[in-house]
């Protein structure tokens, strides 16, 4: 998952990396780091933790230069070791580089194996490494051919940042399944960043998403980025950053995230209408159902309550490593409103069902706070297969669509009744100009270049 950023000609620019850092915390908070280039020395500081808390004063007093990258990571099971963080930094023949990496490399255990067979040494378990030795070995005089041929023994889904001493080189790959945007700063300079909400907080203007197969080069002396276009495009975005990983106020291929909830919830309520269903009340699961709610509420004229309450200083429930803790992560997150609940039929709405942990504990308290029914919608499809293109899911067989039917799962979670959005569906809902990834709903694996 992750978020990345980078800030070409702008006298603060690690601040400025840090704001759109904050503003894309939700990528990924386990570790974040930072590396400015100054006087043809690149600085870098990273850690384990959030953005607020990393980025003090001091630490980007020493971040110094006109000209800096950024990443926030998302915490993965085994990978919290603090080599783990980005940017990764090396020097080599050409100098100094650091590179952040949003994505997952699918031959990165293949390109590894056979640079250690050639005498390579890695630090890190990350993909990111990979990249950094390819472009280590190669002997082409110029940076950017270097990359380019790194990039040709590279396959899957990413995004990458590198930035040398002086310049700074944006790769988007050829199928753009992760988002990644150009903006111009109101006080001067440019922005890369995963979504646009980091354009909001640091005051810049979107030009344009990255084009997927697009290399972009910030250097001095040039006024705007080169284009270089290093792979014909297969365009291919990936439909979960709309259901659930994106910012709702973030712009991805020219769609509002926003919009494209709500419209998946009123796509639940249409399915709906044929349905005996007679709910007093429609109601998130906070925060990722609000919109998808508030569509349903909108089509089907179901008044919206907010009926389950979160506490917003618990992490995220997704990723912890054994089911009694993630049961109780959820029960601190999520409380029932029994005033508002007793004795009323609800519908519920949550973005996605995974393992299936939050959805069978929110019936569960749901039932429990005096609820009558509670009629369960999903606003995406079953995900029935693990995304290998830089979402963290689960392996298949915690995948509770994979095992259970949808009839199994609604008496699993013990809700009334229980739907979800089809694919297509969705991809209405995002809008059908597009063709998408949806390796998660569909098993189509498309990613081989
Ligand atoms: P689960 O409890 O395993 O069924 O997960 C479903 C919940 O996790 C939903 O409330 C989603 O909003 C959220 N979710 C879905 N995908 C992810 C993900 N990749 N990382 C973290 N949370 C997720």
């Known amino acids: 998952m992750c978020a990345i950023v980078g800030i070409y000609g702008n006298d603060n620019a690690a601040r400025l990396a840090s704001l759109a850092l904050f503003s894309m915390q939700h990528r990924g908070q386990e570790a974040t780091g930072i590396s400015s280039s100054c006087g043809g020395k690149i600085y870098t500081k990273k850690d384990r933790g959030l953005v607020s808390e990393v980025f003090n004063n001091e630490a980007l007093e020493y971040l110094k230069g006109n000209m800096a990258i950024g990443h926030n990571r998302y915490s993965t099971a085994g990978g919290d070791s603090i080599l783990d963080a980005q940017p990764v930094f090396a020097k080599y023949k050409l100098g100094e580089i650091s590179i952040v990496h949003n994505g997952n490399l699918i031959n990165k255990d293949q390109v590894r194996n056979e640079l250690i067979e050639q005498g390579a040494i890695f630090q890190t378990g990350m993909d990111t490494e990979n990249l950094i030795h390819l472009i280590a070995k190669n002997t082409k005089d110029r940076l950017r051919d270097r990359i380019r041929e790194a990039l040709d023994k590279t396959i899957g889904a990413y995004c990458f940042i590198i930035q040398s001493r002086s310049k700074q080189f944006v790769i988007r790959d050829r199928y753009g399944i992760r988002p990644l945007s150009l903006g111009r700063l109101k006080s001067g300079g440019y922005i890369v960043a995963s979504e646009t909400c980091a354009f909001d907080l640091v005051d810049a203007d979107f030009i344009r998403d990255v084009k997927p197969g697009e290399m972009l080069i910030f250097a001095e002396g040039h006024d705007e980025p080169e284009s270089i276009q290093l792979f014909e ?16 106020d973030s712009v991805i291929n020219g769609k509002n995230v926003y919009r494209t909830r709500e419209d998946m919830g009123k796509t ?3 399915n709906d209408v044929n349905n005996s269903i007679k709910a007093d009340m429609v109601i998130p699961v906070p925060d990722s159902g609000v919109p998808a709610a508030l569509g349903y509420a909108a089509q089907s004229g179901i008044p919206f309550e907010y009926g389950i309450i979160r506490n917003h200083y618990v992490g995220r429930t997704f990723i912890e ?21 007793t004795g009323k039929s609800l519908l519920v709405i949550d973005d996605s069902v995974v393992r299936g942990t939050t959805s069978k504990r929110i019936v569960k308290m749901l039932k429990e706070a005096g609820a009558k029914e509670v009629h369960f919608r999903v606003a995406s499809p079953e995900i029935k297969f693990p995304c290998y293109y830089g979402i963290d899911t689960p392996n298949q ?14 008496e699993y979670i013990e809700a009334d009744t229980l739907e979800y959005l089809s694919i297509d569906d969705l991809k209405n809902s995002i809008g059908n100009d597009t063709n998408y990834a949806l390796e998660s709903f569909d098993g189509d694996y498309f990613v081989t270049k």
């Open 233 to 248: 495009p297969e365009y291919r975005p990936c439909a979960f950053e709309y259901v659930y990983f994106a910012r709702p």
């Open 268 to 270: 639940l309520a249409k």
């Open 321 to 341: 490593p054994t089911q009694e803790m993630r049961n109780m992560k959820v029960k601190m997150k999520l409380s029932p409103m029994k005033s508002l609940i």
């Open 397 to 410: 067989d915690e995948l509770i669509s994979h095992r259970m039917t949808k009839d199994e799962i609604c």
